[in-house]
């Protein structure tokens, strides 16, 4: 059945380093993904997505390229901010079907 | 345009209780979804509605969970009785139609659920 698999956390960065948080699905056909993000005590936010191969998605600073090859869908930011601070998930649907999470990857800024 | 609402924001029951949990989705959204996140794991889907139908409700625990969505709009979600493992955060969302999961669909914050 069609999955997500992504990196374990907690990742703990220092403010303005690299981030790149590890996605991989299996799926029959083109799957949509996604990126959401939970800050504490909020819902589900989208924060970005791709619908088709080679896209990129792209929000607030973060891009994930949706690389039908490899399978993946990594999520990347250039230099993180405290703010970032959040559990980030990465997810698939396909057409007409419900969205599929990963198990979630939290992650805390160091100031 | 205003968002998915849910009510309550945080409820205390005692297992072997009943407790029920409000959704009200965006204006026009014909598609809603409820979906229960457990502590350290991903949301998963518990049912999903188009208009008044059940569309998906697979992994919905049927001997104490129920659901209803009359006239299509506001939803109820019920559970009778709880069960300690049934503390998790209890999440509804919406979209247009089913089609539009292929770009997303809008979460409420949620409701967590605390069975003692």
């Known amino acids: 059945g069609n999955s997500v698999t992504q990196m374990e956390g907690p990742v703990t960065l220092s403010e303005e380093a690299f981030l790149t948080i590890n996605c991989t699905y299996t799926?029959?056909?083109?799957?949509?993904l996604f990126w959401y993000v939970q800050y504490p005590g909020e819902g589900l936010q989208l924060l970005l997505k791709?619908?088709?191969?080679?896209d990129k998605g792209s929000n607030k600073g973060f891009e994930a390229t949706y690389r039908k090859e490899t399978t993946s869908f990594h999520l990347e930011k250039g230099s993180v901010q405290v703010s970032d601070s959040a559990v980030y998930f990465c997810?698939?649907?396909?057409?007409?079907?419900?969205?599929?999470f990963g198990k979630g990857t939290r992650l805390h800024i160091l100031p | 345009e205003a968002g998915v609402a849910q009510s309550p924001r945080y409820k205390i029951i005692e297992k072997r209780q009943s407790v029920a949990f409000w959704c009200n989705p965006i204006?026009?959204?014909?598609?809603l979804y409820w979906y229960q996140q457990i502590l350290g794991q991903g949301p998963k889907l518990l049912i999903q509605?188009?208009?008044?139908?059940?569309?998906?409700d697979s992994q919905l625990p049927k001997d104490r969970f129920s659901a209803e969505r009359l006239k299509g709009v506001d939803s109820t979600l019920k559970i009778q009785p709880a069960k300690l493992e049934d503390s998790a955060v209890y999440l509804c969302?919406?979209?247009?139609?089913?089609?539009?999961?292929?770009?997303?669909?809008?979460f409420g914050s949620g409701t967590r659920l605390t069975v003692v």
């Open positions: 969302a919406s979209s247009l139609d089913a089609a539009e999961a292929n770009y997303g669909y809008t």
């Open positions: 799926a029959t056909g083109y799957p949509s």
């Open positions: 791709a619908t088709k191969a080679d």
């Open positions: 997810a698939l649907s396909r057409r007409d079907d419900k969205i599929i």
């Open positions: 204006s026009g959204h014909a598609t």
């Open positions: 509605f188009q208009n008044n139908g059940v569309v998906d």
